[in-house]
């Protein structure tokens, strides 16, 4: 059986439907769902019991090579008090797309000695991510 696996490169990044520039990774997202406990001394089998609480669409952290437009454009971001539209698209055949509103929480970079000069950004997003093709 052949893999459906889809290789990272072709993949976007954008800002507001807009493709940012030099991106070299994308971690996330992470969506988790919280839980609350209501074991009780009628519980039985001797485990925990727990309901389902609220969910949470996680963070989305990027690595780029640092450009100063990009930078720019994420300082402005962070220093919005308003969460911010962005995607990533995958290069699958039906370029299968997620979108959300996040607020740039982190903002970095790494200047090594014998190697390019990287960005970072960490994005928590606000609500409901939304997945289409």
Same mark, same amino acid.
């Given at each position: 059986m052949a893999s459906n696996a889809i290789a990272g490169v072709g993949t976007k990044f954008q800002r507001a439907t807009v493709d940012?520039?030099?991106?070299?990774?994308?971690?996330?997202p992470n969506l988790s769902r919280?839980?609350? @406990?209501? /074991? #009780?001394?009628?519980s039985t089998n001797g485990y925990?019991?727990?309901?389902?609480s609220f969910r949470d669409g996680g963070t989305? #952290?990027? /690595?780029m090579n640092?450009?100063?437009?990009?930078?720019?454009?994420?300082?402005?971001?962070f220093d919005s008090d308003s969460p911010v539209s962005y995607g990533i698209?995958? *290069?699958? /055949?039906? @370029?299968t797309t997620f979108t959300f509103d996040a607020y740039v929480v982190d903002l970095g970079s790494s200047v *090594?000695?014998?190697d390019k000069i990287q960005s970072t950004v960490g994005l928590k997003i606000d609500g409901q991510? /939304?997945?289409t093709s």
């Open positions: 940012v520039a030099e991106v070299v990774s994308i971690d996330g919280g839980t609350i @406990e209501v /074991t #009780n001394l009628d925990r019991e727990f309901i389902a989305v #952290n990027l /690595t640092f450009t100063r437009d990009t930078w720019d454009d994420f300082k402005d971001d698209v995958f *290069p699958d /055949t039906g @370029e *090594p000695f014998d991510l /939304t997945m």
